[in-house]
């Protein structure tokens, strides 16, 4: 019986080569001259290090745009408040990844809506999409890339 897997993974390799180039981009910038700022990566966050807010603001754009270019959705992410003590500004960006069990129950539902011959379960942080043709597989895949969930989804483990 074919199926396949509906995840929402993050590549931290590819993670920790986008903040290596904002890193880097950060430390050759001309608004950056004389200033410490910086990325630094931690297991499922990247947080920023700037001496004022102003710099806080402007390295944000500068870490999705080199998550983007690296093919990570920005969805994933989620800012912290900015922590600000002596005269040094501090920030954490949240990794996520992994479906929780209310997205996984929305995704469930949503498929079960959609009234196609598949039965979807939810395992973990993965939903297993099951059915008797790859064409109503394929169809739930459509369905679900038009949707719009808060985190990325990723189709994997496709079986015939």
Known sequence: ?????????LDMH???NAVDQANREVGTRFDFKGV???YEQGDGFVTMHAEVDFHMQQMLPILQDKLIKRGIDIKC???KDIETANMRCRQQVLLRSGLDKELAK???KQIKDKKLKV????QGEQVRVTGKKRDDLQQVIAFLKEGDFELPLQYQNFRD
């Open 1 to 9: 019986m074919p199926s396949f897997d509906v995840v929402s993974e």
């Open 14 to 16: 590819e993670v920790a």
């Open 36 to 38: 410490d700022a910086k």
């Open 77 to 79: 992410l989620e800012l």
């Open 106 to 108: 929305k995704i469930v």
């Open 119 to 122: 039965q979807s379960q939810i």
